[in-house]
């Protein structure tokens, strides 16, 4: 967890610790000797502070640990119906990146703009030789996430292969890409 917090994090956090403090002596201060008003005063600034906390943690790892793809391929392998993406990392922003996750969908558009007969109104004829099998409902999006580099420097660049699950029986294939870093 040390590496990981930049020293704004550190600065963020010491903040709201003293902020705590300062709500703590001025709820001792005001309440006086009425212990059950004390108690729910310092649990209020504790929620109050805690939740400034978090949230100056969470929008600094969004604008200080930011990276971006470049020369983003993908090839489909038949042979073990697999989607190979190749790639390289690059960390755009003043600050040491621990991991990076790149999230990737696979969208079926499937139908190439026929509608397949049965996809409306299934028959409900009278089944003479026996009951049809219901067919399970096959997946029209597979979204898959990989941790593809570790211990980005500022500007440095990384390259990347990961490789996904591709369904045969996608067809026109929509692919989105989305990058995670901490």
Known sequence: MIPYFTFLHWLSL???LILFIFLTFLSIKA??????LVISMIFA???VTSFGAVLSIIILEKYTKKAELIDVRNRRVLINETLVVKGKVKNIGKFKINYC???????NNGWGGKVPKGTFFKSGGLSIFG??????????????TR??????LPGEIKNFSAIVPYPPYFTN?????KLYCH
């Open 131 to 144: 009951a049809k099998e219901k067919q399970q409902q096959k997946p029209n999006t597979v979204k898959t």
């Open 101 to 107: 996750k790149l999230e990737i969908k696979l969208v």
């Open 31 to 36: 309440a006086g000797n009425k212990t059950g």
């Open 14 to 16: 010491a903040f709201f």
């Open 147 to 152: 941790i593809i580099v570790k211990n980005l």
């Open 173 to 177: 294939t929509y692919i989105n890409y």
């Open 45 to 47: 600034s504790f929620l």
